[in-house]
């Protein structure tokens, strides 16, 4: 037995022994007692295997229609009503055909001069011609067709073509019918397995618990899982690369050891600035960079809102002045959307007590006012972190960046100084985008101020960052803008396909 034979679908073999060169797709479903669908299948994943090659034609059919069913039985109207004229002339109104048969016969017997019409006291009169006489001696080519069809157009001699283009502008009598048809050649191979003498019985096509306790499986041919075999592709769902993309951040943070933290959109103002020295005339909490609710929230115990008060008016215990500024619990109270996730970072440090080395990150959305254009939403995502440790330096921050994006595979970066309210002293990193040609800031950091950290009680000193995860999600998907990667002018199709962003 060919060894291709032991893998055939159940269906592949019950149509082989039906196959020969040219055989017709009508025959095939007809001689193999299958469903036409199911003969489709066969032929394709046998086409697959290379043991046939399926060939599509279009041939058309000519066929009698309704009328030329009726005229093939008892003639052309125009010949009957010839045949009635031979016997003498004869009054429209007393001829036998049906009436809307007489006039189209009249006008086409005119045409052949094959009658005389005449006009008598308002009636009209017809009378056969020698002409006339002449036509009805021999069968007419239009007759001769009608009683040939079907014929196929292609094989039509050049008389039935003429008759052929006659008959189709007169109603009904032939109609013109596209078929497709499937043929087939076999292969080499399929020539072979179609010659296989086959029984059904022979093959296992499913091995079954039942099938290998009773043991009938034996001796038989088991056929093998074929993973190569035509399926139709289902569209699945999956993870969006951006998406994706963030959870590689998520990977790469909880590899490092970070913890996860998470908070609330919606913010008081004391938790968004306030509680990290943000002081209170500063431009960010101007309407134009910050969307504010209508109504307040609450603010936290009187202790913790004291001591930032503090911060705020003297400095605390730090030994810094403050911003020398009475503070207004009202102002901290303004409820807004978060502007940044450091807001969730200082709700750590006073939630949970924080003031041991540890490290934690917040993948987050946050919301700015700014004017919406190519690069800039009012909705952007932040990966927001921190290390809490003994004298941690900027020279720990920047090994932090560098090892970190070194594992994204963004290994182009330089830093420069910046300026943070609540970090001292502040820096960015800048990473360059080889396909763009242009530095791209990619992070804002800096080491937390005495001023920030004292209401908290923290001794220890704490690095901290936001950076721009939906610039990373765009690097790390190869798209140069965000724009290509999320909104309205993404191309669906690309996302589909997108390969999975790893870092592998
Ligand atoms: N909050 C800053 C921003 O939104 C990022 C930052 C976080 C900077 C923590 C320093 C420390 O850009």
Known sequence: MNKLMASLHPLERKLLPHLKENVSFDEMVGKSGMQEIEVMRALQWLENKGALKINLSVQEMVRLDT??????????????????????EKCVDDLSLPKEEVSISIGALKKKAAIDVAKRNDRLFLSITQNGKNLLEKESLEEKLLKHLPIELSHMSPEQK?????????????????????????????????????KDADFVDTLTPELLKSGEWKGKTIRPYDIKINVPKISSGRRHPYNESLNLIRKV?????????????????????????????????????????????????????SRVKAAHENGLNTGSTGHTKKWEPEIARELLLRTHS????????????????????????????????????????????????????????MGFIKEFYAKLGI??????????????????????????????ALINSGIFRPEALAPYGITKSVIAWGMGSSRIAAILTGKGKLKDLLGPEVDFNSIKKHERVTTQ
Request: with cysteine.
């Open 411 to 440: 290994t182009k970066i330089r830093f420069k100084p910046t300026f943070n309210p609540y970090t001292e002293p502040s820096m960015e990193a800048h990473y360059y985008n080889e396909k763009l040609g242009k530095w791209y």
């Open 67 to 88: 009328n030329g069913e009726n005229y093939r039985k008892h003639g052309l109207p125009e010949i009957r009503l010839l045949k009635e004229l031979s016997s003498g």
């Open 342 to 397: 450091t807001a969730t970072t200082f709700r750590y440090f006073f939630e949970h007590k924080l003031n041991h080395d540890c490290k934690y990150f917040y993948i987050a959305n946050n919301f700015r006012n700014e004017a919406v254009d190519a690069t800039h939403l009012t909705e952007f995502g932040q990966a927001e972190g921190f290390i809490m440790g003994d004298n941690l330096s900027l020279a720990d921050l």
């Open 162 to 198: 003429f008759a052929f283009d006659n008959l189709k502008s007169r109603k009904n009598i032939v109609r013109l019918e596209v078929v497709k048809l499937r043929t087939i050649t076999l292969t080499a191979l399929g020539k072979e397995l179609s010659k296989e003498k086959i």
């Open 253 to 305: 943070f909880l590899e490092m050891g970070f913890q996860e933290m998470t908070g609330p959109w919606v913010e008081t103002a004391f938790w968004c600035m306030d509680s990290m020295w943000i002081p209170q005339d500063h431009p960010a909490r101007d309407v134009q960079d910050t969307f504010f609710l209508d109504r307040k929230g609450d603010l936290p115990d009187a202790k913790i809102v």
